[in-house]
């Protein structure tokens, strides 16, 4: 166990009301902390007798566990909370607020951006423990619903010695570095986003380019290129766990997506956005969030662009049990797919939202309503997604699709679904897919004496470890 260290014996009492607040038992709490610092590379064995600990005689554990406390009771909560807040707090640098501002200047968007971006890995290394918290998106989604676009054009660096001159070539480089990280994140997860290239392009070539001479017209696309590496490695860094890194890069994606003057990109970027929220269990912003994406990019978005907005919209519904509002905006997903005409404006990184990608998510929407027929039947539509390209959307699936058989009472096709969604996503680093198998495994549940039931929760537990959050 982590060492303590010792003051008076008075009862922690801002712990004792977060946790309450939060539904958190003492054993939960211990069992996350633990959790964040894994993830952190720290092995931390508390347990319940240890926050009993913490609450009743007001101790402070030492080293980093008060911030991952801090953490994991903002993520729960949706709002930031320090280790001031818990009342441990330390001589340690607390977290800084780096990369969660939204500046309405273009000028200072770029500075925030590419500051954040530069900054060494070893220095941004304590936001892989810190957890998703709702309310850092409150201003950056306000600011751009009431204006998703700036008036003035992205501001071109002065010119001098040494300055870098950005042209169409460097922009062709930041597309494709978006595209092949799509493409690997796609098939592989986003397990090794902190070494992968596109991290590496986005702080050593589109940082410095930010902070170049460009004209007006390659300016504006040179933000829109970056917000898009920016949701890339911010999708990346969600799909492996690390949630408050995520929030950072869609936060200055959507910035500079508003310099840019791009609403199309700022769309896209918000429904990545709204996804995140939904996942972490926030379906009705979630809702909101994507509601407002749609909303505000008619006129100016593509169809896919609004179509997938409507599907996030969809998903957040079917997690909340609406399944009027979640077949309303899933139908206009469908409908806006079909509107596409070929040689029209049609953005190539939203390539992959395809009909059969949208009834992959179907098959979800339908399982979270408690709709297993349903699911089963958009699951023929959804068949055709190639599995060597989309590896871990069609492990996904597979996952979803075996619950949605648990839910119509039918262990054998389950089982077999299970297999080959157990075996797709135990080749993928995805933490977000895991969760999907282990959801299975919980779901089994209904036959705990299956021995069949049990073999596959320990391959799952073999395969890719046990469930966190």
Same mark, same amino acid.
């Given at each position: 166990?982590?060492?303590?260290?010792?003051?008076?014996?008075?009862?922690?009492?801002?712990?004792?009301?977060?946790?309450?607040?939060?539904? %958190?038992?003492?054993?939960?709490?211990?069992? %996350?902390?633990?959790?964040?610092?894994?993830?952190?590379?720290?092995?931390? /064995?508390?347990?319940?007798?240890?926050?009993?600990?913490?609450?009743?005689?007001?101790?402070?554990?030492?080293?980093?566990?008060?911030?991952?406390?801090?953490?994991?009771?903002?993520?729960?909560?949706?709002?930031?909370?320090?280790?001031?807040?818990?009342?441990?707090?330390?001589?340690?640098?607390?977290?800084?607020?780096?990369?969660?501002?939204?500046?309405?200047?273009?000028?200072?968007?770029?500075?925030?951006?590419?500051?954040?971006?530069?900054?060494?890995?070893?220095?941004?290394?304590?936001?892989?423990?810190?957890?998703?918290?709702?309310?850092?998106?409150?201003?950056?989604?306000?600011?751009?619903?009431?204006?998703?676009?700036?008036?003035?054009?992205?501001?071109?660096?002065?010119?001098?010695?040494?300055?870098?001159?950005?042209?169409?070539?460097?922009?062709?480089?930041?597309?494709?570095?978006?595209?092949?990280?799509?493409? @690997?994140?796609?098939?592989?997860?986003?397990?090794?986003?902190?070494?992968?290239?596109?991290?590496?392009?986005?702080?050593?070539?589109?940082?410095?380019?930010?902070?170049?001479?460009?004209?007006?017209?390659?300016?504006?696309?040179?933000?829109?290129?970056?917000?898009?590496?920016?949701?890339?490695?911010?999708?990346?860094?969600?799909?492996?766990?690390?949630?408050?890194?995520?929030?950072?890069?869609?936060?200055?994606?959507?910035?500079?997506?508003?310099?840019?003057?791009?609403?199309?990109?700022?769309?896209?970027?918000?429904?990545?956005?709204?996804?995140?929220?939904?996942?972490?269990?926030?379906?009705?912003?979630?809702?909101?969030?994507?509601?407002?994406?749609?909303? /505000?990019?008619?006129?100016?978005?593509?169809?896919?662009?609004?179509?997938?907005?409507?599907?996030?919209?969809?998903?957040?519904?079917?997690?909340?049990?609406?399944?009027?509002?979640?077949?309303?905006?899933?139908?206009?997903?469908?409908?806006?797919?079909?509107?596409?005409?070929?040689?029209?404006?049609?953005?190539?990184?939203?390539?992959?939202?395809?009909?059969?990608?949208?009834?992959?998510?179907?098959?979800?929407?339908? /399982?979270?309503?408690?709709?297993?027929?349903?699911?089963?039947?958009?699951?023929?539509?959804?068949?055709?997604?190639?599995?060597?390209?989309?590896?871990?959307?069609?492990?996904?699936?597979?996952?979803?699709?075996?619950?949605?058989?648990?839910?119509?009472?039918?262990?054998? /096709?389950?089982?077999?679904?299970?297999?080959?969604? %157990?075996?797709?996503?135990?080749?993928?680093?995805?933490?977000?897919?895991?969760?999907? %198998?282990?959801?299975?495994?919980?779901?089994?549940?209904? @036959?705990?004496?299956?021995?069949?039931?049990?073999?596959?929760?320990?391959?799952?537990?073999?395969?890719?470890?046990?469930?966190?959050?």
């Amino acid at each position: 166990m982590a060492a303590t260290s010792r003051r008076q014996a008075v009862p922690n009492a801002d712990l004792a009301r977060l946790l309450a607040e939060a539904h %958190l038992s003492h054993k939960a709490l211990a069992r %996350l902390v633990n959790e964040r610092g894994r993830l952190a590379g720290i092995v931390l /064995r508390y347990e319940h007798t240890s926050v009993t600990r913490w609450v009743n005689s007001g101790m402070v554990p030492r080293g980093r566990t008060p911030e991952f406390v801090a953490a994991v009771l903002a993520e729960r909560l949706g709002r930031p909370v320090s280790t001031d807040d818990i009342d441990m707090s330390t001589t340690s640098t607390p977290v800084p607020t780096m990369g969660l501002d939204f500046p309405r200047d273009p000028v200072d968007a770029v500075r925030v951006a590419s500051t954040y971006w530069r900054t060494p890995v070893d220095s941004r290394r304590r936001f892989l423990t810190t957890g998703f918290a709702l309310g850092a998106y409150t201003m950056p989604v306000t600011r751009w619903l009431a204006k998703p676009a700036t008036a003035t054009t992205p501001p071109s660096m002065p010119t001098g010695p040494g300055t870098r001159r950005v042209g169409k070539t460097d922009l062709d480089g930041l597309w494709a570095a978006s595209e092949e990280a799509r493409v @690997w994140d796609s098939r592989f997860g986003g397990g090794h986003w902190q070494n992968s290239s596109v991290t590496r392009c986005l702080q050593t070539q589109a940082a410095p380019m930010l902070r170049g001479a460009y004209t007006e017209s390659v300016g504006r696309e040179l933000f829109a290129a970056t917000a898009e590496l920016s949701r890339v490695v911010g999708w990346a860094a969600f799909d492996a766990g690390h949630h408050d890194v995520a929030q950072r890069h869609f936060i200055q994606a959507l910035s500079l997506a508003r310099s840019a003057g791009d609403i199309e990109t700022g769309c896209y970027v918000l429904t990545t956005m709204a996804l995140q929220a939904m996942l972490r269990g926030f379906p009705e912003q979630a809702a909101d969030m994507a509601e407002g994406a749609y909303e /505000r990019g008619r006129g100016h978005a593509a169809p896919r662009v609004l179509a997938f907005a409507k599907l996030a919209e969809a998903r957040a519904h079917g997690r909340m049990k609406d399944g009027a509002a979640a077949g309303a905006a899933l139908a206009q997903a469908e409908l806006l797919l079909d509107t596409i005409q070929p040689g029209a404006h049609d953005p190539q990184h939203l390539a992959y939202f395809t009909p059969e990608r949208l009834a992959a998510d179907a098959i979800e929407i339908h /399982r979270d309503l408690g709709q297993p027929q349903a699911a089963l039947n958009w699951n023929r539509l959804a068949e055709p997604m190639p599995a060597d390209r989309f590896t871990r959307a069609v492990g996904i699936r597979h996952a979803v699709l075996a619950s949605s058989h648990i839910h119509a009472g039918d262990l054998d /096709r389950a089982l077999t679904t299970a297999d080959r969604a %157990l075996g797709i996503l135990s080749t993928v680093q995805s933490t977000r897919a895991h969760t999907y %198998l282990h959801t299975v495994t919980a779901d089994l549940q209904r @036959w705990p004496r299956d021995p069949r039931v049990r073999d596959f929760a320990v391959r799952v537990h073999a395969a890719v470890g046990s469930p966190h959050k």
